[in-house]
């Protein structure tokens, strides 16, 4: 055994070295491999809300492994090809924008349904407020088909478990050849022309409140944040009195902040109203609603709304930090309208910050936070304006380090 291990001290001490650094290399790459699972655990239920099948956290831990951009990408991206991901997680994300109470379990409709099928197919999430689009069950999948006058069909997808995630369940379709339908594809303007937005804000009151719902889900600014009396207020309508209690002062100070910019941007909701009896949303072409000239008396000088013209007051002033990028100051109509507001900064950053919430389970709070947001708002408008990749590049982020 001459030569042998065994009669070599050396060569033995030397060999236990090498098999030491084999099983230390080992013993590292099972910890790599551990932490890719974990991490794509995390990343799986943070954006799905379920736990992945071993298959594909597998395949997700293999792409995590690589430490590439693309790779992490990837990773998010397989994770939201699980059902849960549209059928859940999704539609709890877009339900309260659907209602004033913000009810995230509110029956599904077609406005959910709408956000919904965009993410799917990576429709250009600056639509959302203009295109002539919705999403319904295909022929034959429930029992009641797309109606103007009720929610049944998408409370049928609902409790049948339709998968959101096939597009041969679940398909897009235009507004304006809808059943029914009263507006032309020119008319028709992304969510605001929904039912469920008709209903949830065209429903009494005066049109503004579809505005204000506009800015809370689509700027992330309620009215008080856009507040600014530096604006005219030649636009405010009769109804709002300028001499309130008696004191003109709360309408300079008050009043106008939030109408001077907010009643000519409502003014594209003209000749729309729901009807609650019918169940319907109405669109009375060329024809002024009349709740926009209700209490005329109250201030008989004020602006009287003729047609559906809007203008962005808001485009100078404090709130021009939006950043206003639409193709025109002013316009007719909800959908021209909705244009300008997909335009500016603010939507992209509020989409991302909305993501954000969504995703790491809270807003954003560090400057390395909101460094990421901007980026990330950056990526979204560079890539199509893909909600889909601001989920999967929030993911990687959320995930990162923990």
């Known amino acids: 055994m001459s030569g042998s291990l065994g009669t070599n001290p050396g060569r033995l001490l030397k060999g236990i070295a090498v098999l030491v650094v084999v099983l230390a290399a080992l013993v590292a790459a099972g910890t790599a491999t551990a932490g890719s699972r974990e991490r794509a655990k995390r990343m799986h239920d943070r954006l799905v809300g379920v736990p992945p099948n071993d298959e594909v956290l597998t395949a997700m831990a293999d792409l995590i492994d690589l430490d590439t951009d693309v790779a992490l990408l990837d990773a998010a991206e397989l994770a939201m090809q699980t059902p849960d991901f549209y059928n859940t997680a999704l539609k ?55 109606s103007q006058t009720d929610n049944d069909h998408y409370e049928e997808l609902d409790a049948d478990d339709v998968d959101l995630s096939n597009p041969a369940l679940f398909v897009q379709r235009t507004q304006s050849n809808l059943p029914g339908s009263q ?50 207020a030649d636009r405010i309508r009769q109804d709002v009195g300028r001499s309130p209690g008696g004191d003109s002062a709360l309408f300079a100070n008050g009043c106008t902040g939030c109408h001077s910019g907010m009643d000519p941007l409502a003014g594209a909701f003209a000749y729309f109203d ?26 008989p000088g004020g602006y009287v709304t003729v047609d559906d013209r809007w203008d962005n007051f808001w485009r100078a002033g404090p709130n021009s930090a939006l950043g206003w ?78």
């Open 274 to 299: 729901f009807d609650a009896d019918a169940g319907r949303v109405v669109y009375t072409r060329g024809e002024v609603q009349g709740k926009y000239l209700i209490n005329a008396n109250t201030f």
């Open 325 to 402: 990028r639409g193709p025109a100051p002013g316009g007719f109509g909800a959908k021209s309208l909705g244009v300008e507001v997909a335009s500016s900064r603010a939507f992209s950053v509020c989409q991302v910050e909305k993501v954000f919430r969504q995703v790491c389970f809270r807003p954003p709070s560090s400057d390395d936070d909101y460094a990421k947001v901007q980026e990330i708002a950056t990526v979204f408008e560079d890539q199509s304006y893909s909600l889909r990749r601001v989920f999967a590049e929030t993911a990687v982020y959320c995930t990162e380090g923990e």
């Open 92 to 146: 709890r994300f877009v339900t309260p924008w659907t209602n004033v109470a913000g009810d995230a379990f509110a029956p599904f409709n077609d406005y959910t349904a709408l956000v919904i099928g965009m993410v799917r197919d990576d429709v250009p999430f600056d639509q959302v407020l203009s295109a002539d689009m919705i999403y319904t069950g295909a022929n034959g999948v429930v029992a009641s088909g797309y």
């Open 183 to 232: 507006m032309v594809s020119s008319e028709t303007a992304g969510i605001i022309t929904t039912r469920a937005a008709g209903e949830a804000f065209f429903s009494a009151g005066t049109n503004r409140r579809m505005w204000r719902f506009i800015a809370i889900n689509y700027l992330c600014r309620d009215m008080e944040d856009l507040h600014d009396i530096s604006r005219p």
